[in-house]
């Protein structure tokens, strides 16, 4: 059984390894609270990593997407809150495996066109990245000495 803080430490490794140097703190204690497992949390992580380079006060899309999830027309408030930002993205991932669960990032990445070749692409590297997140090693609890954001 994973708890939340090694949970943690494993995100936090992860978006090290993605982002080296950036203050990935709030955002991967946001992923440790949210996932159900730790594949789940390496989507979510692979999910933020190509949305936004892993920052939450980021938008795209002519400003209609925001946070690190990237939650289309979502409330300007997830800019500043990564807990409910990635809250909010897992449950649109949830609901994207629901409806496809061959590609189940395709619905979370282009909505009604999930079944085109594009959002098949997207939806297989989003899950070939968590996959090698999920097999890196991982940390030894202690070796790391974080404690995760209060």
């Not at 380079?53 to 979502?74: E, F, P, R, W």
């Not at 590609?103 to 996959?131: H, V």
């Amino acid at each position: 059984m994973t708890t939340i803080n090694s949970l943690f430490l494993t995100v936090l490794m992860w978006m090290h390894s993605l982002a080296p140097g950036r203050d990935v703190d709030a955002l991967a204690w946001a992923v440790a609270v949210n996932a159900q497992n730790e594949m789940e949390a390496a989507v979510i992580t692979a999910v933020a990593f190509r949305e936004s380079s892993l920052i939450n006060d980021k938008t795209g899309d002519g400003g209609h997407s925001v946070c690190a999830m990237q939650i289309y027309d979502g409330p300007k408030s997830l800019l500043a809150d990564p807990l409910a930002c990635v809250a909010r993205g897992v449950t649109m991932l949830r609901e994207s495996k629901r409806i496809d669960p061959a590609n189940p990032i395709a619905f979370y990445a282009r909505g009604p066109r999930y079944k085109s070749e594009e959002a098949r692409r997207i939806s297989r590297d989003r899950m070939a990245l968590a996959t090698r997140l999920f097999r890196m090693p991982k940390p030894e609890q202690d070796a790391l000495g974080t404690d995760p954001p209060r």
